[in-house]
């Protein structure tokens, strides 16, 4: 029989003790702690064009295609494809093992179906519904497309990264109206969704997909493998810096999207922490006008402000001093990507003179008209462009009134398309998410498509019809020779004013290793070490 | 008095059918458009119409603000414009955390306040009469976010001694639950301590005067039941007052130490569907502070009675 001694009951007792700490460092060493850009407000990625819903929806969704490394398009959930008809039919093959998170297999029919509620609401969705002559599921693992005219460009816009992901969702969700949100996540991607552990604006959970098959190739961006490495993913949402910044040096979050500028100095004075770019393809600080009132539906009037804008200013303003972390000059097209030209470029990046611009001002005809400048003051780099930008209009001449208020209202007021005196608006600053304004395709700013056009409505039928030959470009060389004229158009017309490439950087625990680079944050091929 | 509680809970309907009229009417007039919100910067306005057609955005006045009633009188708060989940699921997740944060709030500030304000009352004039107030002046003028970093600052990042943010739910045990709670509720709790401790004084002071303190003392009974038994009970009525005003405080203070340190309370809440324009949220939350504020107010006139034998009612 086991005698009970002194010794014995304290080892047991300080076992009892230590047992839920162990159990806890486990559960933390399989759990992935992420503190995301912002709080995930609403959990359909096809519904919202929200950067932080399109993170979300590429956790739980998988792509038919999926863009490498280099940006271009290779098969993700397609085993690949066949172009026939003079590229007005591609036919479609699933790769083999494709699972649901029910366990169901993903048919043709399913894909089908997704690609139909996006190609409602994205914007090369909205291209590839404008061609459509037909779309049919052929068996349970092909199906075909056919087009009014080729589109050689479709594999990337099934791939491409910017909001709306061509999400793969089961026939039966993706049959929801395009303008209702879905209320069922089963999804196609690497991760399962939890929603009952959901708490909106505080968690959001995932768990690994056991049923999910990789493809058994090397990670590569948006294409190839994605092997998960960890049982759980926790986003904690966070909405001051300052906090998140003192729990990734307490140890505990792992990683933090987008810390702020002004933290990074302090962040890489700790040695647990690792400061480094992921996203090479960052974001594009853009000036907009609107076209439909004076002053600057005078193409002259906006003209003027070219020689005197100063891209670096506006970029040390909205992310700080630190060449690194930003880009100058930054042309039409994302600094980086493919497309990317200095066509035309020295109107911005040559030497700068404010007197030229005052002096182009005087000559446009301007007469005082007072222009309203919108500023949304609850997203720093926002609010920091727009008062440079303010500044800038002022000390060439203009009549400026800068206007703060919260993003909510700013958004809503620049859909307000009526004069100044009407609640309407001249001019406001933003950024573009790199990867949408890298091709012509998704670039809003730089269409000229009048009243539908994005806020500001510029009509520039030039620029229309070179991004319509932009989608019918044979290859890599063509598409460039249209995105420099582009380019070279937008000098002239000046839609909109590239403000220079801001290159956030991302930061975690140096316990993190093997993150994704090129884009947002992924969590497959992430693992701790 | 059974009467007078059910009078004045009855009297919490027409208050709140104010408070719901004129939170409805103030946001329908904000600015702001959800519709606008979630179709993104690529939508047509056909896009953004027909987002505002599926919410109901583009039914008038009368007809939104009759259907909300209905709805409320039903017990059905609406849901989320951006979560799809009901508004009721989404208060339930986050009152927890708002009311945990509250009481150990309260219990802290009342535990320091009133006897750092009797003892001041005491010892007036003296250095720690001084001390106290200078404490107060302090809580006063620092902001509750500076005193917030300052406290994660040493207590987290420096000591290591409590984690800098989050929340753990009480059924996951007392320490876990309260080592999040400790440096929110000192934060929070600085400006209500100095709030309750500065009438506390004030108030002693003026019952310290009076005659029958005199009395008790030539009768002979001791400093602490002088102060504790006799003075401080009489002068509870305004530091009730004060309590109950400071918990309307507490509710505004909620939101930013929530903020600072990462708790999922209704603050946050809050503060996130004003941003978003979540109108069914911001109106079930407001709706629930006014009503939790008369109840505040209720809880007090009856703890007066317990103080002040001459109030009846």
């Given at each position: 029989m086991m005698q009970t001694t002194r010794r014995s009951v304290l080892g047991a007792a300080g076992a009892a003790l230590v047992a839920p700490r162990l159990a806890s460092a486990q559960a933390r060493a399989s759990t992935l702690r992420f503190v995301p850009?912002?709080?995930?407000?609403?959990?359909?990625p096809v519904w919202s064009t929200a950067v932080v819903v399109r993170n979300h929806g590429l956790m739980i969704y998988d792509t038919l295609y999926g863009l490498g490394a280099d940006f271009q398009p290779k098969p993700q959930m397609a085993a690949g494809h066949e172009i026939s008809d003079e590229g007005r039919r591609w036919t479609i093959t699933l790769r083999p093992g494709l699972r649901f998170h029910d366990g169901t297999p993903v048919l043709a029919r399913d894909c089908v179906a997704s690609i139909a509620r996006w190609s409602k609401r994205d914007v090369l969705g909205q291209r590839l519904d404008g061609l459509l002559d037909g779309m049919r599921a052929i068996d349970d693992t092909r199906f075909e497309i056919r087009m009014k005219k080729a589109w050689p460009g479709l594999a990337f816009a099934l791939g491409k990264p910017s909001a709306n992901i061509c999400a793969i969702m089961p026939e039966r969700v993706a049959q929801t109206d395009p303008f209702q949100q879905i209320q069922d996540f089963t999804g196609s991607g690497p991760f399962r969704f939890l929603r009952d552990e959901f708490r909106a604006g505080d968690r959001v959970l995932y768990a690994k997909f056991d049923g999910y098959e990789s493809r058994n190739e090397p990670t590569d961006f948006l294409a190839g493998g994605k092997p998960v490495h960890f049982d759980r993913v926790e986003w904690q949402i966070m909405p001051d810096p300052s906090t998140a910044a003192a729990a990734l040096q307490n140890n505990e979050v792992d990683w933090w999207e987008t810390p702020l500028a002004d933290l990074l100095p302090l962040l890489r004075r700790n040695r647990d922490i690792a400061v480094e770019m992921i996203s090479s393809a960052g974001n594009l600080g853009v000036l907009r006008f609107n076209f439909l009132h004076p002053p600057f539906d005078n193409v002259a009037v906006r003209r003027a402000i070219l020689p005197a804008l100063d891209q670096r200013a506006f970029m040390d303003a909205a992310i700080g001093t630190d060449p690194e972390m930003s880009r100058v000059p930054a042309g039409a097209f994302t600094p980086g990507m493919p497309l990317a030209n200095d066509a035309g470029l020295e109107v911005l990046s040559g030497p700068r003179n404010l007197a030229a611009a005052q002096r182009a001002l005087r000559e446009s005809g301007y007469a005082g008209q007072r222009v309203a400048m919108l500023s949304g003051t609850d997203i720093p780099i926002l609010q920091n462009l727009s008062v440079v930008a303010a500044d800038l209009l002022q000390r060439i001449g203009f009549n400026v009134e800068l206007q703060a208020m919260d993003w909510g209202t700013h958004i809503q007021r620049r859909t307000n398309r009526g004069p100044v005196e009407q609640g309407g608006w001249s001019a406001f600053c933003t950024t573009w998410e790199g990867f949408d304004v890298s091709v012509p395709g998704s670039h809003q700013p730089i269409r000229g498509h009048g009243s539908a056009a994005w806020a500001g409505w510029p009509t520039i039928p030039r620029l229309e019809e070179l991004r319509e030959a932009w989608f019918e470009a044979p290859d890599l060389a063509a598409e460039k020779r249209i995105a420099e004229e582009m380019q070279r158009v937008a000098w002239q017309e000046v839609p909109f004013i590239p403000l220079g490439q801001v290159l956030p950087r991302m930061a975690h625990r140096r316990s993190i290793t093997g993150l994704v680079k090129g884009g947002p944050a992924l969590f497959w091929g992430v693992r701790r070490a | 008095m059974f009467a007078y509680i059910v009078r004045r809970v009855l009297a919490t309907i027409p208050v709140m059918a104010i408070v719901a009229l004129f939170v409805f009417s103030l946001l329908y007039i904000a600015p702001g458009d959800p519709a606008a919100v979630i179709a993104g910067d690529q939508a047509t306005p056909d896009d953004v119409e027909r987002i505002r057609a599926s919410l109901g955005l583009d039914r008038p006045y009368l007809v939104r603000f009759g259907a909300w009633v209905w709805d409320i009188a039903r017990g059905d708060l609406g849901v989320s414009i951006?979560?799809?989940?009901p508004v009721s699921t989404m208060i339930q997740q986050r009152i927890e955390p708002t009311l945990s944060l509250m009481v150990v709030t309260l219990i802290l500030a009342i535990s320091i306040a009133i006897p750092m304000g009797v003892l001041a009352a005491q010892r007036q004039g003296t250095w720690i009469d001084r001390a106290v107030m200078g404490f107060a002046v302090l809580g006063f003028s620092v902001p509750v976010f500076v005193v917030g970093y300052m406290l994660a600052y040493i207590f987290a990042l420096e000591l290591d001694w409590l984690p800098v943010q989050g929340y753990t739910p009480f059924s996951r045990g007392f320490w876990p639950w309260l080592e999040n709670l400790i440096l929110p509720a000192v934060a929070l709790g600085s400006v209500y301590i100095a709030l309750i401790a500065r009438i506390t004084r004030a108030t002693m002071l003026e019952v310290l005067q009076q005659d029958y303190i005199r009395t008790a003392r030539a009768k002979g009974v001791n400093q602490s039941g002088i102060l504790f038994l006799h003075a401080l009970k009489n002068a509870a009525v305004p530091v009730i007052t004060i309590i109950g005003i400071g918990l309307a405080g507490l509710i505004g203070g909620a939101v930013v130490t929530e903020s600072v340190f990462a708790i999922p309370g209704l603050g946050r809440l809050t503060v996130d569907a004003i941003l978003r324009r979540d109108y069914p949220v911001i109106q079930g939350v407001v709706l629930l502070f006014s009503f939790v504020y008369v109840l505040v107010n209720l809880a007090i006139d009856l703890a007066y009675t317990l103080f002040d034998p001459r109030i009846r009612y």
């Open positions: 850009q912002a709080n995930l407000s609403n959990i359909d | 951006f979560t799809n989940l």
